[in-house]
């Protein structure tokens, strides 16, 4: 139980922060071009929320992410929805989540940064809750892809120590996982996989 546990969070973990954290370094990006580097941090809030412009183009710039990798053919079409209906129950999430933060905390003293905190603190609390929800829902209709590679990696080094194995999951990456998906003899490359990352014991 607390291995499977643990390969839930390292598949999930980067995957999930990166779709987050998009809409808002999105919106920094786009207010630096319109504003300037000085006018930076006397807009921070404005620079932290997001509009409907920059929900809208984040949820782009995370589809064709997905669409690149379907084209590539490293994840299945099944996990590209997955990914698609993650990405927008995220942004949304996160900004009502920031939006209803910012809004908690009121301490006058310490003036906009408070608004600041207490949005990063909804955004994130709201976000990682989606998640989880999204998580176990999908559990009970579909297998993500990756753990369904890891599912084959678990057949070869099923007889490891349980240390060991851990270790070899831990080395394995979001990205060779779809790479493995990607190849069409998937057990050989289970194989090279587990070789390549116990070289570096």
């Not at 995370?62 to 995220?90: A, E, G, H, P, Y």
């Not at 989606?130 to 176990?136: A, C, G, I, L, T």
């Not at 120590?161 to 998937?186: C, G, R, V, W, Y």
């Amino acid at each position: 139980m607390a291995k499977k546990k643990f390969n839930k969070i390292n598949i999930n973990g980067i995957d999930s922060a990166v779709r987050m954290a998009a809409p808002k370094i999105i919106t920094i990006g786009i207010n630096i071009l319109r504003m300037g580097p000085r006018m930076i941090f006397r807009s921070s809030i404005q620079l932290l929320r997001a509009s409907l412009f920059t929900r809208i183009l984040s949820c782009m710039t995370l589809l064709l992410l997905d669409v690149t990798d379907l084209c590539r053919r490293r994840i299945s079409k099944m996990q590209f929805l997955r990914n698609i209906l993650l990405s927008l129950i995220l942004v949304a999430c996160g900004t009502f989540g920031w939006n209803m933060g910012s809004k908690w905390l009121v301490l006058e003293a310490l003036g906009s940064a408070v608004e600041i905190i207490g949005g990063m603190i909804g955004a994130g609390i709201l976000g990682v809750l989606s998640n989880v929800v999204f998580d176990k829902v999908c559990e009970r209709f579909v297998q993500s892809d990756a753990e369904k590679m890891r599912d084959i990696i678990n057949q070869y080094i099923s007889d490891l120590p349980a240390d060991e194995q851990k270790a070899i999951h831990k080395k394995i990456t979001n990205s060779d996982l779809k790479k493995m998906f990607a190849d069409e003899d998937k057990e050989a490359c289970a194989v090279k996989l587990i070789s390549d990352k116990n070289k570096g014991k």
